[in-house]
């Protein structure tokens, strides 16, 4: 085999159990029920694939108890791990079926538009090359602009907040379940990570090589056509 193509292939993002997080997971890893409260009062839990320019996710709230606090969102592994999704992370939030965006870490950053979000209604996450956008049931929030900038894609992970017995978010990770998604944009997969740092191919003789050594140290010297960092013999 000359060629070689990233393994696997096509494995898409999950929401992750090695996260600590007072949340069960079901339904492959894609549905997020709270089952108590986390630290800080609220439970976060990640994706296990990074993002990436165009990556695309959408998510619905499945259950409200009244106060809410169901939260889906995006985050970094330090404000998955250290506050909820509207600490230093952004999050939509249901709250008593009165949504809000929530962020506390950029001085530009809307804190309450005028959409609303009930149970059941399904929310698109895009991200840009620096940012992120919105849409709610089809309909652009902050008018198809971008919701935040200055963002690295790769910084950020898909994010789920709960801080309520029951709350719950489900997320779609597959474009055959998308009902929203826009022009362009790509699951959150390894296939497409690769594509978007360019490593679609690669041959593995431009940085291995086996080669049985027969030499002196002096005679049959052997050649590799790249520089050795590392050897075994």
Known sequence: VVTSTHTPTNTHTLI??????????????????GVGTGAGGN???????NLFENAYFEAEFTASSGDG????????YEAAIAADLG?????????????????????????????????????GWLMTDDGFKIN?????????????????????????GVDTTGEGVKFYFEEADWSNAPVGALAINTTNIAAATTRTQSNP?????????????????????FPVEFSWT
């Not at 992750?16 to 029920?33: A, C, F, R, W, Y």
């Not at 439970?43 to 694939?49: C, K, P």
């Not at 249901?94 to 965006?101: F, K, R, V, W």
Request: include cysteine; proline fraction near 3%; hydrophobic fraction near 30%.
């Open 87 to 123: 600490g230093d992370a952004f999050g939509y939030a249901l709250l008593s079926n009165l949504s809000y965006m929530k962020h506390s870490g950029s001085t530009s950053f809307t804190q309450s538009p005028t959409d609303t979000v009930a149970v059941g209604d399904r929310i």
């Open 43 to 49: 439970a976060t839990i990640r994706g296990t694939l």
């Open 69 to 76: 606090r169901g939260r889906c969102g995006i985050a970094t």
């Open 16 to 33: 992750n159990p090695l996260d600590p997080s007072d949340v069960t997971l079901s339904e492959g890893n894609t549905k997020v029920v």
């Open 136 to 160: 709610i049931d089809g309909s652009n929030w902050n008018s198809g602009n971008e919701i935040a900038t200055g963002l690295i894609p790769s910084d950020w992970f898909v994010a789920a």
């Open 205 to 225: 003789y431009e940085h291995w090589f086996n080669d049985i050594y027969t030499g002196t140290g002096v005679s049959n010297k052997r050649t590799t056509g």
